[in-house]
């Protein structure tokens, strides 16, 4: 079985920057598709952002300039960098195996709250 755990959300002001992080015991993130998904409060799971097996990251047109995702094999993790956050922002962050329909082994998420 394999499980997701992120990390790395919390309280940030407006204009500000975050980095979430996603790891797994027992897995190898390394060639496989990770996808970050996101719960804004009281709405459904939005997608966020793909990485593909050749390290290539894929947005929704709404997200693109601010929002980056990375992996670093050796520390067998999945980043998330968050840049210019904003209210609309705040929500629940969860990593994911696969993409789309197909996902699975999504984590309990990270919180961002975007607020002054």
């Known amino acids: 079985e394999v499980t997701l755990v992120e990390s790395g959300g919390g309280l940030v002001q407006p204009g500000g920057s975050l980095t979430l992080s996603c790891v797994s015991s027992?897995?190898?993130?390394?060639?496989?598709?990770i996808t970050w998904v996101r719960q804004p409060p009281g709405k459904g799971l939005e997608w966020v952002s793909t990485?593909?097996?050749?390290?290539?990251?894929y947005y929704p047109d709404s997200l693109k300039g601010r929002f980056t995702i990375s992996r670093d094999t050796i520390k067998n993790t999945v980043y998330l960098e968050i840049t210019d956050l904003e209210p609309e922002d705040t929500a629940v962050y969860h990593c994911?195996?696969?993409?789309?329909?197909?996902?699975?082994?999504r984590g309990p998420g990270t919180q961002v709250t975007v607020s002054s």
């Open positions: 994911e195996l696969g993409s789309g329909p197909s996902a699975n082994s």
């Open positions: 990485i593909y097996s050749d390290d290539s990251g």
């Open positions: 027992g897995f190898n993130f390394s060639g496989h598709v």
